[in-house]
């Protein structure tokens, strides 16, 4: 063969084949754009923050779950942003809420429970089968409403809450944790998840778990919880975990020695002592300097 022609053949064959592979990759960055990736199927949420054994974070999951299930049972007002017909998908959402959750209370109905914690763990747009099917329902089809409508100003105040919060315990979390375990004798719980809700249950704070775990879930807007009172609240609220009604710290001591004594002790003491408690070792650490 000619050697100039072969160099000429050669020449086009490369030239050819680097086209071909620019094709190639134009194509496949074209498909993988139109392609949905993980992460278009993960909602736009923040990382949880760690502060020593705490993990806080803002979880839009949770956030609507428990405006929905605030709204469904204290009859409180819809997003104000929602109007006509998107208005009406979501008091149909709050009505499902109502009539499949009823009266049943988060702190102490199992499956209520279990769907927070699921939620909580949850980051993915579609939810995890695990959760009951007119729950799952109700959510997935009002969620684009509520970050159409809620979530941004939501978590907003649950960023800022976390952002006062967390000075707070990085100073003195540890310190409280340790006072909280010594005037209990009973260590204070290591693994302690908190989601910062505008919404949280009837009195804007409650907790679940037991022993070294705690999960409580805490307004960002109750005024009972603001500024030097959100330490309070996050030293109070993971206490459930180790004080209980007749067991635990106070309520078993209580409960030994109202049977000792033969009396009945008023109701909701442990609760009293625990808030007492809370308030006086936070207090005292104010005052000796934050």
């Given at each position: ?31 993988s ?33 428990q ?51 699921t ?19 109700t ?58 809700s ?8 409650y ?84």
């Open positions: 063969m000619n050697i100039k022609l072969f160099r000429n053949l050669k020449t086009n064959f490369a030239a050819s084949l680097s086209f071909a592979f620019l094709l190639i990759y134009i194509l496949s960055v074209s498909l754009a139109q392609t949905p990736s993980k992460q278009s199927k993960t909602l736009d949420m923040q990382p949880a923050t760690k502060v020593g054994r705490y993990r806080l974070q803002s979880n839009p999951w949770v956030n609507l779950h405006r929905l299930l605030y709204e469904a049972r204290f009859k409180a007002t819809p997003p104000a942003a929602l109007s006509g017909e998107n208005l009406s998908k979501w008091q149909k959402a709050v009505g499902t809420y109502r009539t499949f959750f009823g009266k049943r209370n988060p702190i102490f109905d199992n499956e209520l429970i279990r769907l927070n914690d939620l909580s763990n949850t980051s993915a747009s579609n939810l995890p089968d695990s959760i009951p099917e007119t729950a799952a329902k959510l997935e089809t009002v969620m684009p409403l509520y970050r159409l409508a809620q979530w941004e100003e939501d978590d907003r105040a649950n960023r800022f809450w976390i952002a006062v919060a967390v000075p707070l315990l990085a100073s003195a979390g540890e310190e409280l944790a340790a006072a909280h375990a010594k005037v209990y004798a009973i260590p204070f719980p290591t693994q302690i998840l908190v989601d910062v505008p919404f949280a249950w009837e009195f804007g704070a907790t679940v778990g037991e022993g070294d775990y705690a999960h409580a879930v805490i307004s960002s807007t109750e005024p009972g919880t603001q500024g030097f009172a959100a330490l309070e609240s996050l030293m109070h609220e993971p206490s459930h975990a180790i004080v209980d009604t007749n067991s635990g710290a106070i309520g078993g001591d209580i409960t030994k020695i109202a049977k000792e004594l033969g009396v009945k002790p008023r109701h909701n003491l442990w609760h009293a002592i625990l808030f007492y408690t809370s308030g006086e070792l936070t207090g005292a650490r104010w005052r000796n300097g934050a």
